[in-house]
Structures are given as structure tokens and as C-alpha cells.
């Protein structure tokens, strides 16, 4: 028995209406990650997280209760728990997450800001004020639930007065750079990731990594930013060599991201096959997308170990 897509998607919309996030986090969680890091408040250039990287354990965990529930009699009253949502958020019952988990999804908001700060780049942040990007819900085709949502982040950046924008993950990327613009008018916000920002700063690295990795890319930051040589670029000055597995750049192959929480089970087919692509040309994979970097470590068959790209370059440029 398959999961009933529209009570499942219908509860992530109706998340985003009624409490603007697919899974609702606290303005505590949310801005853990920036805690004692001295960040000021807003500016005309800030740090975006888009709330991807905060979501990720919960998102997870989520998905794992959905796969347990895919061939289950419970599925049947998902439209109950739909109407019930709207009242009570149900996204506690769905999926926690572990302390342990948000610290380290959070460690590498905080690998991004580390790094910023290190090339000298003058950025805020806008703290409880950042909203999530919307990214889940467009990809979902909910596209008149995201369309009330974009508009509201952007009358947030310009309320802020907001004018460049640096993000921190592919799906932010693509929706603040090529999405919204089509959704909003007179649109005049300038994106680019962090790892653009500091390809551009000509970083020179404090230790070398001497390292073998395996660069996995995020089929949104290749097929649809762009972005492949910057990260590239960052680990070879800091003395990684990069192996490129049988799909990369442009040809990248899916990590089975973006539908885990409709399809958990195909989902972890795609992983696990693109995990065995990486791990036969190494055992430590780069990615640079916290969705990929979630779903090629629930991988079980591949013996490869997967670090988010921040790992690798705060220890060689901090």
C-alpha cells in the first residue's frame, strides 16, 4: 500500500499557510546554530540559511516514519490526520529529532559563517526574522501555496532592507535565483552562494588537507546554477585531490532527495545506487547539499563515509 501522496502533501502545504515552514521549527531552533557566533542583526548583505540545513534531522526522521508506514493500514486515516493538523501541529508525532542531530546539522551553518567571516566577507544575519525558502512546497508542485509564501520572504528581505543575499544550500539557491523571479515582480535581490562568494575571494588555505575525495554534486546547484567549479576550485587550493565518480558536473545522479517524503522507499533505492557509484572511486564523498549528505549517509550496502563540503574547508581555511 502506497502512502496517499495528497494527505501527505496537503499536510506540508497547509504547514506553510498556517505556520509558515513545511515542518514548523521554534525562532529558538531555527537560530540555535548562530548562537555565540557575535553575527549582527540584518544589513544590506546577509547570510540566508532558508532553514534547509535546521530541517534536515527532522525532515529524516520524518522520513523514516513514512517508510515504516508505506505498506501500513494506518495510511488510511492520513485524511484525518490532515484535518486534525490544521488545529494541532502534528510534525512533533511525524518526526523529532535528536539533540544530537541538530547539533550537527547546526555545526555546519556554523562551518559556513566561520568561513565567511575568515575571507572577509561583511554579512548579518537576520536571525528570527528568516523565513523558510519555500523549497519543499514548489518542488512538490504546490505552486499557489508557494507563490503567497515567496512573496512574504521577499517583502521580509525588503522590509530589512535587504539588497545580496549569500545562501547556504542548492535548493535556497535555485529558489531565490531563478524561482522567485518568475513569482515576483520587479524582483532585484542579488543571490549567490557561499561557495560562489568565497571561490571569488581567492581564499588561500592555513593547512592543507591532503586528502582523496570523491565529489558528489547536487543536481540543482549543477543542472540549474551552475555552481560545479567553485566548490572544485575551494578543495584543490586547500591540497584535496578530487576523484570524479561515473556521473558528475551537469550528468550528476540523484540522491534520492526531494521525494523521501512521499516515496521513502524509492528514495533509498536512488541513494543507495548512487552510493555505490561514489564508493567506486573512494571512501569519502563531498557533497555540498544537506539533502544529499542526509540520504547518502542512511545508506547501509556502500562502505563511504559523506562530509558536507564545510567540513573539509574550515578545517583547511580556518
Given at each position: 500500500?502506497?502512502?496517499?501522496?495528497?494527505?501527505?502533501?496537503?499536510?506540508?502545504?497547509?504547514?506553510?499557510?498556517?505556520?509558515?515552514?513545511?515542518?514548523?521549527?521554534?525562532?529558538?531552533?531555527?537560530?540555535?546554530?548562530?548562537?555565540?557566533?557575535?553575527?549582527?542583526?540584518?544589513?544590506?548583505?546577509?547570510?540566508?540559511?532558508?532553514?534547509?540545513?535546521?530541517?534536515?534531522?527532522?525532515?529524516?526522521?520524518?522520513?523514516?516514519?513514512?517508510?515504516?508506514?508505506?505498506?501500513?493500514?494506518?495510511?488510511?486515516?492520513?485524511?484525518?490526520?490532515?484535518?486534525?493538523?490544521?488545529?494541532?501541529?502534528?510534525?512533533?508525532?511525524?518526526?523529532?529529532?535528536?539533540?544530537?542531530?541538530?547539533?550537527?546539522?547546526?555545526?555546519?551553518?556554523?562551518?559556513?559563517?566561520?568561513?565567511?567571516?575568515?575571507?572577509?566577507?561583511?554579512?548579518?544575519?537576520?536571525?528570527?526574522?528568516?523565513?523558510?525558502?519555500?523549497?519543499?512546497?514548489?518542488?512538490?508542485?504546490?505552486?499557489?501555496?508557494?507563490?503567497?509564501?515567496?512573496?512574504?520572504?521577499?517583502?521580509?528581505?525588503?522590509?530589512?532592507?535587504?539588497?545580496?543575499?549569500?545562501?547556504?544550500?542548492?535548493?535556497?539557491?535555485?529558489?531565490?535565483?531563478?524561482?522567485?523571479?518568475?513569482?515576483?515582480?520587479?524582483?532585484?535581490?542579488?543571490?549567490?552562494?557561499?561557495?560562489?562568494?568565497?571561490?571569488?575571494?581567492?581564499?588561500?588555505?592555513?593547512?592543507?588537507?591532503?586528502?582523496?575525495?570523491?565529489?558528489?554534486?547536487?543536481?540543482?546547484y549543477a543542472r540549474?546554477?551552475?555552481?560545479?567549479?567553485?566548490?572544485?576550485?575551494?578543495?584543490?587550493?586547500?591540497?584535496?585531490?578530487?576523484?570524479?565518480?561515473?556521473?558528475?558536473?551537469?550528468?550528476?545522479?540523484?540522491?534520492?532527495?526531494?521525494?523521501?517524503?512521499?516515496?521513502?522507499?524509492?528514495a533509498h533505492q536512488?541513494?543507495?545506487k548512487r552510493a555505490?557509484?561514489?564508493?567506486?572511486?573512494?571512501?569519502?564523498?563531498?557533497?555540498?547539499?544537506?539533502?544529499?549528505?542526509?540520504?547518502?549517509?542512511?545508506?547501509?550496502?556502500?562502505?563511504?563515509?559523506?562530509?558536507?563540503?564545510?567540513?573539509?574547508?574550515?578545517?583547511?581555511?580556518?
Amino acid at each position: 500500500m502506497t502512502l496517499p501522496i495528497g494527505n501527505v502533501l496537503g499536510i506540508l502545504v497547509d504547514n506553510l499557510k498556517l505556520r509558515k515552514s513545511v515542518v514548523p521549527l521554534s525562532n529558538r531552533r531555527a537560530t540555535a546554530w548562530a548562537e555565540g557566533l557575535g553575527l549582527k542583526e540584518g544589513g544590506d548583505t546577509v547570510l540566508y540559511t532558508g532553514h534547509i540545513y535546521q530541517l534536515i534531522p527532522y525532515i529524516s526522521s520524518m522520513s523514516k516514519k513514512m517508510a515504516e508506514l508505506e505498506n501500513s493500514w494506518i495510511t488510511k486515516f492520513m485524511g484525518i490526520g490532515r484535518i486534525v493538523n490544521k488545529v494541532i501541529n502534528l510534525s512533533p508525532f511525524l518526526g523529532g529529532a535528536s539533540k544530537e542531530d541538530r547539533d550537527k546539522y547546526n555545526k555546519l551553518l556554523q562551518n559556513i559563517a566561520l568561513l565567511l567571516k575568515e575571507a572577509k566577507v561583511d554579512f548579518g544575519y537576520l536571525y528570527s526574522k528568516e523565513l523558510y525558502s519555500g523549497a519543499l512546497a514548489f518542488d512538490q508542485g504546490a505552486d499557489k501555496a508557494f507563490a503567497i509564501h515567496a512573496n512574504k520572504l521577499n517583502e521580509m528581505f525588503k522590509k530589512n532592507g535587504v539588497k545580496t543575499v549569500i545562501t547556504v544550500d542548492p535548493h535556497t539557491t535555485n529558489m531565490l535565483r531563478s524561482v522567485y523571479p518568475k513569482y515576483i515582480k520587479d524582483y532585484q535581490l542579488e543571490v549567490k552562494s557561499y561557495l560562489e562568494v568565497l571561490a571569488e575571494k581567492g581564499m588561500v588555505s592555513k593547512n592543507s588537507l591532503d586528502a582523496n575525495v570523491v565529489v558528489h554534486d547536487s543536481c540543482v546547484y549543477a543542472r540549474y546554477e551552475n555552481v560545479v567549479d567553485a566548490p572544485r576550485q575551494l578543495l584543490v587550493s586547500a591540497g584535496a585531490t578530487i576523484h570524479e565518480p561515473e556521473l558528475s558536473g551537469k550528468l550528476t545522479h540523484c540522491c534520492g532527495g526531494a521525494i523521501e517524503s512521499l516515496f521513502p522507499g524509492k528514495a533509498h533505492q536512488i541513494a543507495e545506487k548512487r552510493a555505490g557509484q561514489l564508493n567506486q572511486c573512494g571512501e569519502n564523498a563531498v557533497t555540498m547539499c544537506p539533502i544529499c549528505m542526509a540520504n547518502l549517509q542512511n545508506t547501509t550496502e556502500n562502505q563511504i563515509e559523506v562530509k558536507d563540503i564545510s567540513e573539509y574547508l574550515v578545517n583547511a581555511y580556518c
